[in-house]
């Protein structure tokens, strides 16, 4: 008799302990009353209005001898590689940007995908090459539209060029696009500062 007391003392505690653990849950998880609602609730209410804002994604497009830049509103998101494909994708969609002439007809975003390398990679369709018409400063452009649009909107450290999945040596014959473009992209800032300093 002693030895089920015993036992009864020590499990109706712990009894105990596990219903009003359950009922102190479901009164703060479960609660169903929208007046005021418990911190978790009004958390995730929060979170659903953040994610509903809406971001800014820049798009760097060529216009003439330079890059213009357009900003587009897109849904609030922290998937990075969403924000690289929105981007990418609007940089290439002819309707978006002003310039109808800035990229070589039909060229699309076959991929983006990010290394972990911290490099972006950036896969179009081989319309970009065989399609392009133009002189060094067009190919340059286009080289740095893409760069710039990427960098703008994503950490990372360089973007390289595919087509079609595969490296290519050039998009139009007058820069090497075999290794990731930064040095060719960031090439107009030292002339820049030649020309200020020279």
């Known amino acids: 008799m002693q030895k089920s007391k015993l036992i009864f003392l020590v499990f109706l505690p712990i009894v105990m302990l596990i219903v009003g653990t359950t009922v102190i849950y479901y009164y703060i998880m479960w609660k169903d009353d929208n007046s005021s609602g418990s911190a978790s609730l009004i958390a995730l209410k929060e979170k659903e209005k953040l994610v509903s804002d809406a971001q800014d994604v820049k798009v760097f497009y060529p216009e003439g001898a ?13 998937d990075t590689m969403k924000i690289a494909e929105t981007a990418i ?17 039909n060229t699309r975003v076959l991929g983006v995908y990010y290394g972990i390398d911290k490099i972006l990679y950036v896969d179009l369709s081989s319309d970009i090459k065989r399609n392009f018409q133009g ?11 893409i760069y710039e649009t990427a960098t703008s909107n994503l950490e990372l450290d360089d973007v390289k060029i595919l087509i079609n999945g595969k490296e290519e040596d050039t998009l139009g014959g007058h820069y090497s696009i075999s290794s990731p473009i930064k040095r060719i992209a960031t ?10 300093h020279g």
């Open 89 to 105: 994708g609007e940089l290439f969609n002819l309707n978006s940007i002003p310039n109808k002439e800035a990229f070589p007809s």
């Open 66 to 78: 330079a890059l213009n830049i357009m900003v587009i509103k897109i849904k609030q998101t922290f």
């Open 135 to 145: 002189d060094a400063l067009k190919e340059f452009l286009i080289i740095k539209s």
């Open 187 to 196: 090439q107009e800032v030292k002339f820049d500062e030649i020309r200020k």
